[in-house]
Protein backbone atom coordinates (compact mmCIF):
# COMPACT_ATOMS: atom_id res chain seq x y z
CA UNK A 1 0.00 0.00 0.00
CA UNK A 2 2.91 2.22 -0.29
CA UNK A 3 2.93 2.61 4.12
CA UNK A 4 6.08 3.65 6.10
CA UNK A 5 6.70 1.16 8.82
CA UNK A 6 5.98 4.31 11.24
CA UNK A 7 2.54 4.82 9.47
CA UNK A 8 1.56 1.33 9.63
CA UNK A 9 2.38 0.91 13.36
CA UNK A 10 0.70 4.67 13.81
CA UNK A 11 -2.08 2.32 12.07
CA UNK A 12 -2.17 -0.45 14.39
CA UNK A 13 -1.69 1.87 18.03
CA UNK A 14 1.73 0.92 18.07
CA UNK A 15 4.13 3.75 19.85
CA UNK A 16 7.16 2.86 17.46
CA UNK A 17 8.25 0.73 14.79
CA UNK A 18 10.13 -1.93 16.41
CA UNK A 19 6.85 -4.46 16.70
CA UNK A 20 6.04 -3.69 13.00
CA UNK A 21 9.91 -4.75 12.05
CA UNK A 22 9.98 -7.38 13.98
CA UNK A 23 6.46 -8.79 11.82
CA UNK A 24 7.77 -8.15 8.77
CA UNK A 25 11.29 -9.77 9.84
CA UNK A 26 9.58 -13.00 11.12
CA UNK A 27 10.81 -12.06 14.56
CA UNK A 28 7.30 -12.53 16.03
CA UNK A 29 4.12 -13.46 14.98
CA UNK A 30 1.57 -10.71 15.67
CA UNK A 31 -1.69 -11.13 17.74
CA UNK A 32 -4.90 -12.54 16.02
CA UNK A 33 -6.20 -8.51 16.78
CA UNK A 34 -2.77 -7.41 15.42
CA UNK A 35 -3.07 -10.07 12.57
CA UNK A 36 -7.10 -8.69 11.33
CA UNK A 37 -5.74 -5.20 11.54
CA UNK A 38 -2.90 -5.43 9.46
CA UNK A 39 -5.14 -7.42 6.92
CA UNK A 40 -7.58 -4.37 6.70
CA UNK A 41 -4.63 -1.60 6.59
CA UNK A 42 -2.76 -3.74 3.30
CA UNK A 43 -5.79 -5.21 2.27
CA UNK A 44 -4.43 -8.86 1.66
CA UNK A 45 -5.61 -11.48 3.69
CA UNK A 46 -3.83 -12.87 6.88
CA UNK A 47 -2.69 -15.72 5.03
CA UNK A 48 -0.70 -14.44 2.83
CA UNK A 49 0.78 -12.11 5.51
CA UNK A 50 2.21 -15.43 7.28
CA UNK A 51 2.44 -17.71 4.37
CA UNK A 52 5.39 -19.80 6.13
CA UNK A 53 2.74 -20.38 9.35
CA UNK A 54 -0.78 -20.47 7.08
CA UNK A 55 1.31 -23.64 4.88
CA UNK A 56 2.93 -25.20 8.05
CA UNK A 57 -0.52 -24.87 9.75
CA UNK A 58 -2.27 -26.54 6.43
CA UNK A 59 0.37 -29.68 6.22
CA UNK A 60 -0.31 -30.41 9.91
CA UNK A 61 -3.68 -30.44 9.90
CA UNK A 62 -4.39 -32.45 6.28
CA UNK A 63 -2.46 -34.72 7.63
CA UNK A 64 -4.56 -35.01 10.56
CA UNK A 65 -7.33 -35.14 8.74
CA UNK A 66 -6.05 -37.87 6.65
CA UNK A 67 -5.19 -39.74 10.23
CA UNK A 68 -8.63 -39.59 11.28
CA UNK A 69 -10.41 -40.46 8.29
CA UNK A 70 -11.44 -44.39 8.67
CA UNK A 71 -10.61 -47.52 6.16
CA UNK A 72 -12.70 -46.82 2.95
CA UNK A 73 -13.59 -43.27 4.19
CA UNK A 74 -12.45 -40.50 1.79
CA UNK A 75 -11.72 -36.95 2.90
CA UNK A 76 -13.23 -36.08 6.35
CA UNK A 77 -13.83 -32.54 4.58
Not at 27 to 52: D, K, M, N, T
Amino acid sequence: MGFSQKQVARLLGHRDTSMVSHYEHGRAAPPLRVALALEIVLRVPVAFLFPGIYDDLKRRIRSMEDELAGPGQGQLF
